[in-house]
């Protein structure tokens, strides 16, 4: 698929564009998902990649937390990087945590949660970060119970 070469080559509108036209007719691909959330991150659609975002978290949070950034060549350890080192404003500071909270979910989930918290806190009405943070803390929460009891 154009759309993986795309992103591979980390060129995130070509893919979104080819991803979008993809998912238009297999909307239920989880890794077409995974993927168009990552460039729409980067192509500043925000809302868009929060709504897909939460669509995937609730249907299989694993589905994202069992990345492997090698394996999978994720770009997300690179783009958070950069994100977190930047000076240049892209995105306003409720945008920003809320990007970093979805990129650090495919890597760790507690830089996943504090994100979105800080992002909360700028945005407390936002009802799409509130789903997300509640969800990451359930799942995080159910794994610990699960290991506290074996």
Not at 54 to 77: H, Q, V
Not at 88 to 110: A, F, P, R
Request: aromatic share 8%; charged share 25%; hydrophobic share 40%.
């Amino acid at each position: 698929m154009l759309g993986n070469q795309y992103f591979l080559a980390r060129k995130f509108s070509l893919a979104e564009a080819e991803l979008a036209e993809f998912l238009a007719k297999n909307e239920t691909n989880k890794p077409a998902r995974k993927k168009i959330i990552i460039c729409l991150t980067q192509t500043g659609k925000i809302e868009k990649a929060l709504s897909i975002f939460n669509g995937l978290i609730d249907e299989d949070i694993e589905f994202i937390i069992n990345t492997d950034p090698i394996k999978d060549d994720c770009p997300c350890p690179e783009l958070v990087t950069k994100l977190e080192s930047e000076n240049k404003i892209t995105y306003s500071i409720s945008e920003l945590y809320t990007v970093l909270g979805m990129l650090w979910l495919y890597c760790d989930i507690n830089e996943s949660i504090k994100n979105f918290q800080l992002a909360k806190i700028h945005l407390p009405k936002n009802s799409d970060i509130q789903f997300a943070l509640n969800k990451i803390n359930s799942y995080k929460k159910n794994q610990l119970q699960n290991i506290n009891q074996e």
